[in-house]
């Protein structure tokens, strides 16, 4: 399985966008990159997931470098609701393939 | 979208029980669950990868005794803490593969407390 590379931490304001990068460049040409969320205390929570195309539905959209070594997940307007931990996971969308967590981005949303 | 429920969300016990934590996808036939450990401030940690009606293969440094798995049904995986002791104190999390659209769905987690 790929690696990512994250950020430990960032802060962004409320109502503004909040741009979380990630780095895959080990990332295989049939690998998804998958961002998922963790609020405290619950399970991960699925936001996006893409190949190679830039991606967008009514959570966040994914930017994904034309190389695919790296992305970028936004959160257009972020509210204090958004304060999680973020993961980057790149793996195959198959049955029987493991997702496998690094440590994530501790996204904290301050008013 | 996929569900996946997870039962009990909390539980308490003594040490040298036995604890039984459900995964149960909702809406969907889920092929393949997966089984996670989360301690405080931590990642999620991959215990065991289960598939219906054959044995789950268990990450690297996880008891297979210890921690048994039982994947009987497309919608139903079983995680049993066997003699729990304080050091399995935890966050279990499950996971299930179903509608390809939305990726690998998550249960909501049981918080293990072995007193």
């Not at chain 1, 950020?7 to 780095?23: F, I, V, Y």
């Not at chain 2, 539980?11 to 405080?40: H, N």
Request: charged share 15%; glycine share 8%; proline share 4%.
């Amino acid at each position: 399985d790929a690696k990512t590379t994250q950020p430990p931490s960032m802060d962004c304001a409320e109502g503004r966008a909040a741009n979380l990068p990630c780095n895959h460049s080990t990332i295989s040409g049939n690998e998804y990159v998958y961002w998922y969320r963790q609020i405290h205390s619950q399970g991960p929570q699925y936001i996006i997931h893409g190949l190679k195309n830039n991606e967008t539905n009514e959570m966040a959209s994914l930017i994904i470098t034309e190389d695919r070594k790296s992305s970028t997940l936004i959160l257009p307007h972020a509210t204090l609701r958004d304060t999680a931990v973020y993961y980057c996971i790149v793996g195959l969308l198959e049955y029987g393939n493991k997702l496998v967590f690094g440590a994530g981005t501790i996204l904290r949303v301050k008013s | 979208g996929a569900v996946v429920s997870q039962h009990p969300s909390w539980v308490i016990c003594k040490s040298g029980t036995s604890v039984k934590i459900e995964c149960r996808s909702l809406d969907f036939q889920a092929t393949t669950m997966f089984w996670y450990r989360q301690f405080p401030k931590q990642s999620l940690m991959l215990m065991a990868t289960s598939n219906e009606g054959s044995k789950a293969t268990y990450e690297q440094g996880v008891e297979k005794d210890k921690f048994l798995i039982n994947h009987a049904s497309l919608t139903l995986s079983t995680l049993t803490v066997t003699s729990a002791h304080p050091e399995d104190s935890s966050f279990y999390i499950c996971s299930a593969i179903g509608d390809r659209s939305y990726g690998y769905t998550f249960g909501s987690g049981t918080r293990l407390t072995v007193v």
